[in-house]
């Protein structure tokens, strides 16, 4: 094997998994942000059994789609650590990740069909490839529509999989005659070598699928026996296992239970092979054990393994759980964690304790949002890089609440509800979304003061003072909305659309200014730039309050008496509607349109 060869070979690897890193996101983005809800539903059951086989079947699939079991565990890894699943719900979805992960191997063995017609021969990978990449890159070009680009992804990633397969075929097909290669090869049915063969190589490229997929190209060459595959796949299985334990770094306690459920999955099934094989092969001997295999063959196996294993394991899911807490210790859970074991499923019974629970959650949730926007905001006059810590904290958690609130309020039974409870459920329903955006944008000030802090851009003095306007604006616009969440006052909730309507006029009259002093020369372009950020995230921020306040106000009402079309009660005049209008135009839009600051 020549220097030409071995970068043929890596471009085969790096093919390979480019084309299952691009296939998964792509799926994974199909999938939107309903995957979440779906783990969750679909691993729950009031029969305990029940709930591990939906679990395990959900893994199966999942990983069989995305093409990795460590994609899918990191996933799980990341829930439980967010509070979405729990341990017990999470372990048989990792136990059938871990039968979803051979779905790549089983689909490489297409590879052995034969060449005998027409047909035969468009099924060969290296036959339907080119169509796949064809297709996708067809629909990518011609197609506007995002959920048609997302599947042209998976067509190009499995033909870009089936590209780097052919190619790592074509760098292995020469070796067949090799006298050296043979030898070398044989040396791998040394079952201790074998294993850290395949550990140290799937460790390495953080891919059993794609190690398996290596193994299954080098049987093309006719040198690959059981006992050289069955040992290489054991180490195939053990190896996997550095992507999951790295994934666990930084998570808490409860979501490296995860990680370690995974590793004792594989150890398992490792030891069990190892001591079944390897006890009937040295005592009474394994027949056609030194015959060769092909592409079907080590697909199987690979699938045997894990199947095997999760079905011994399976049943035996929460003592594996118990054992994992008696390894790494039992769970802690910080202020904000507890604030989610709050929505019990079991208050579910009392629907008018769990709705309390929910507006409790949204209240702690707008705290948050309170929290980043004062925080942002005061960073750009006094900017602090450790203030991060907090505000990526808070937003971690408003994020939490938008799925914990959405997937629990809809289970509440409004049956045996009052009129305002159910007006409640709508409120929270319609505007947690709208909220999440809210700290979505707060982050959006953070992120743009520490991009101007590191490149080392800053307003004048009077430009900072025109802004200043605007966030004060936007500061009473969140004030009047939060107010009104928690008082349900009518008179403040009012007050948002007008403030809202007032601020959007602010940012048209800001972007005019700028205009004027790209004109004159007195402003430079990338303060402009950073200047036309911050107005539109106010913008919206004074957008999305005025959205939940028309919830509010809903609610208020009890939908008797609220426009619609106008968005304000029938009970508050045009004439007082403007009035208040004006007055905030009074206060914070004229005193910015008297004049352009400069922005240095």
């Not at 290296?126 to 995002?146: E, R, Y």
Request: charged content about 20%.
């Amino acid at each position: 094997m020549d220097i030409l060869s071995v970068l043929q070979l890596f471009g085969g690897i790096g093919l390979f998994l480019f084309g299952m890193s691009l296939m998964g996101t792509s799926l994974e983005k199909l999938a939107g942000g309903s995957l979440q809800h779906i783990l969750e539903t679909l691993t729950t059951s009031k029969k305990k059994g029940v709930g591990q086989l939906k679990g395990w079947g959900l893994g199966t699939a999942v990983t069989a789609i995305i093409q990795s079991s460590a994609a899918t565990t990191i996933m799980l890894i990341g829930f439980v650590n967010a509070g979405i699943m729990g341990l017990g719900q999470s372990l048989p979805v990792v136990f059938g990740a871990n039968v979803g992960s051979t779905a790549t191997a089983q689909i490489l063995r297409l590879g052995d069909i034969g060449s005998g017609s027409l047909i035969l021969t468009l099924l060969k990978p290296s036959s339907f490839a080119p169509m796949l990449v064809g297709t996708g890159a067809f629909i990518i070009l011609f197609s506007k529509k995002k959920r048609l680009k997302d599947v042209a992804g998976i067509l190009i990633g499995l033909g870009i999989l089936f590209y780097g397969m052919t190619m790592m075929e074509a760098v292995f097909a020469p070796l067949k005659d090799s006298p050296s290669f043979q030898e070398l090869f044989l040396s791998f049915s040394n079952p201790v070598l074998g294993i850290l063969t395949g550990l140290i190589l799937t460790a390495l490229i953080q891919s059993s699928s794609a190690s398996v997929g290596i193994l299954q190209a080098l049987s093309a060459t006719g040198s690959v026996t059981y006992a050289i595959a069955v040992p290489v796949i054991i180490g195939q299985n053990l190896g996997k296992c550095m992507t999951i334990i790295l994934g666990a770094i930084g998570a808490n306690r409860k979501a490296k239970r995860v990680s370690l459920s995974y590793l004792l999955f594989n150890i398992f099934g490792a030891v069990l092979l190892s001591l079944i094989v390897y006890g009937i092969y040295y005592t009474v001997g394994i027949p056609g054990f030194t015959s060769t295999v092909n592409r079907g063959d080590i697909a199987n196996i690979h699938l045997l393994f894990n199947l095997i294993t999760s079905v011994i394991l399976l049943p035996f899911s929460s003592k594996i759980a118990d054992l994992t807490g008696k390894i790494l210790g039992t769970d802690t859970f910080d202020e904000d964690e507890k604030e989610f074991l709050k929505l019990d499923d079991r208050l579910l019974q009392t629907p008018v304790i769990a709705l309390d629970q929910c507006h409790h959650l949204m209240d702690r949730m707008i705290g948050c949002i309170e929290e980043n926007y004062s925080i942002s905001t005061e960073m750009m006059k006094d900017y602090h890089e450790d203030q991060f810590i907090t505000l990526e904290k808070n937003e971690a958690f408003i994020d939490r609440c938008e799925t914990a609130l959405s997937s629990y309020i809809i289970r509440i039974d409004r049956s045996s509800l009052s009129s305002d409870a159910k007006f409640m459920i709508s409120e929270i329903l319609n505007s947690i979304s709208d909220l999440e955006r809210l700290g979505d944008y707060c982050m959006n000030i953070a992120y743009e003061v520490r991009d101007m802090a590191e490149r080392r851009i800053s307003f004048s003095e009077k430009g900072f003072e025109e802004i200043h306007y605007m966030v004060r604006a936007t500061r009473d616009c969140l004030d009047l909305l939060f107010a009104s969440f928690r008082t349900l006052d009518k008179d403040k909730a009012i007050r948002v659309e007008p403030l809202a309507e007032v601020i959007d006029e602010m940012k048209d009259v800001l972007k005019e200014h700028h205009i004027e002093r790209l004109q004159n020369g007195t402003c430079g372009a990338v303060a402009g730039a950073a200047l036309f950020n911050f107005i539109n995230f106010f913008e919206r921020i004074a957008a999305h309050s005025g959205n939940v306040a028309l919830h509010i106000l809903k609610r208020i009402e009890g939908d008797k008496n609220f426009d619609e079309m106008h968005g304000h009660t029938q009970e508050i005049s045009e004439e007082d509607y403007l009035h208040i209008y004006a007055d905030y135009r009074e206060r914070y839009l004229l005193p910015v349109k008297g004049s352009p600051t400069v922005i240095s």
